[in-house]
């Protein structure tokens, strides 16, 4: 394991007390591994290609099917 000296500011501190307090965490090193590990499962999604979000926006653009009562028009019972 590394150790490190790092100077952080107030805010940085108090987040860090909420991260370990929430998470019951014994110290605040816990509390930075935790937030950089989800900072990496944040950054590691994928971003939605250009031709995915083209499509999308072709589809919402396009009109409305009204279906009126639903259970009805397929013949499902009502719950």
């Known amino acids: 394991m590394v150790q490190a000296l790092v100077e952080i500011d107030e805010n ?3 987040v860090l007390n909420i991260v370990k307090a929430k ?3 014994k110290d ?3 509390a930075i591994t935790l937030v950089v590990s989800e900072y990496v499962d944040y950054a590691d ?3 939605l290609k250009p031709e995915f ?4 926006e072709r589809i919402a653009k396009q ?3 009204r279906v009126g009562d639903f259970a ?3 013949g499902l019972k009502g719950r």
């Open 45 to 47: 999604e994928p971003e």
């Open 12 to 14: 940085t501190n108090r």
């Open 72 to 74: 009805k028009r397929y």
């Open 28 to 30: 605040k090193s816990e």
């Open 53 to 56: 979000i083209e499509k999308m």
């Open 63 to 65: 009109k409305n099917i």
């Open 23 to 25: 998470y019951n965490l």
